[in-house]
């Protein structure tokens, strides 16, 4: 034979005889403990918000981020494709080094 080791959850006379027990042992005190209950649910429900907004704060930060960083890769100059080949320069840039190269020398 098994024998069974869990509890059962109280039923519809079991329940009525524990709020009886429950009002002669708190007494006048029930009303202030179940305000205090809701309060502390209250004050739980405000701090997991706070948490949630803090994570969505960050969330948007990173999102943030990621297109600067996205951006800044698309409005970078472009490198040459070889290591030796140099950038083509226009004329007037050409002329301008030119002249720095003659004046320095």
């Not at 709020?19 to 997991?48: H, Q, T």
């Not at 918000?49 to 990173?62: L, T």
């Not at 030796?84 to 030119?98: D, H, K, M, N, V």
């Amino acid at each position: 034979m098994h024998t069974v080791l869990a509890f059962q959850l109280p039923q519809g006379v079991e329940w009525i005889v524990l709020l009886v027990i429950a009002l002669l042992i708190f007494g006048k005190r029930l009303p202030d403990v179940g305000r205090s209950i809701g309060k502390g649910i209250v004050e739980f429900k405000k701090g997991l918000q706070g948490v949630q907004d803090e994570v969505n704060n960050v969330k948007h930060e990173v999102g943030d981020v990621k297109q600067d960083v996205k951006n800044a890769g698309n409005n970078s100059p472009a490198a040459p494709s070889q290591p030796g080949q140099l950038e083509a320069q226009s004329p007037q840039q050409t002329a301008a080094s030119q002249q720095k190269n003659h004046t320095a020398a």
